[in-house]
């Protein structure tokens, strides 16, 4: 099974900075998820808690422009890796999970190192290189960061037997 992991689309992050792109990154999450939901593949949203984001508040929530539902998966996380501390591995093994396509943000932060982890951990991993984003920082702009990700990615050392792809949400669709 394929899932589909949206990392930190919450409206504490996507407001704190402007987002490289954002309009265009979120148009093309949501093409992913009605793919997703369309095959009945499961959809994951994942969600930080931190600071003042606290489950349950305005900036926890996932941005309204997302096509989120009930019927998603959730996992609230404390740190970059989606994986630490919580239930999201047991959540793949249950939905018998062998691949996951990963996109949201931020690319250096949480996409990155969730990416790495789900590596580890033993799945296959699909890098949406045109659905991540993040703000520019005081020593590169967005756009650098997430070209520089993209760019790590394809040229990992991956764990044997794992398959890392970095493609564009475009051609993942119409594969």
Excluded at 94 to 99: D, G, I, Q, R, S
Excluded at 102 to 125: M, N, P, Q
Excluded at 151 to 162: D, M, Y
Aim: proline share 2%; with cysteine.
């Amino acid at each position: 099974m394929h899932a589909l992991i949206v990392i930190d689309m919450q409206n504490a992050w996507i407001e704190e900075n402007p987002r490289y792109e954002l309009d265009a990154v979120i148009g093309r999450i949501n093409r992913l998820i009605a793919h997703f939901r369309q095959q009945s593949k499961p959809i994951i949203f994942i969600q930080h808690v931190q600071g003042t984001i606290l489950s349950n508040t305005y900036g926890w929530q996932i941005d309204d422009k997302l096509h989120h539902q009930e019927s998603d998966h959730y996992v609230n996380k404390t740190a970059c890796d989606s994986f630490e501390s919580t239930d999201l591995l047991e959540l793949l093994h249950k939905e018998a999970c062998t691949t996951l396509s990963i996109c949201g943000l931020a690319t250096e932060f949480c996409v990155d190192t969730t990416l790495h982890s789900a590596l580890s951990h033993g799945f296959d991993v699909i890098a949406l290189s045109d659905a991540h984003t993040t703000a520019d920082r005081t020593h590169l702009n967005a756009k650098s960061i997430i070209e520089h990700h993209n760019w790590v990615w394809a040229n990992l050392a991956l764990p044997t037997q794992r398959k890392l792809q970095v493609m564009s949400a475009i051609n993942y669709l119409e594969s």
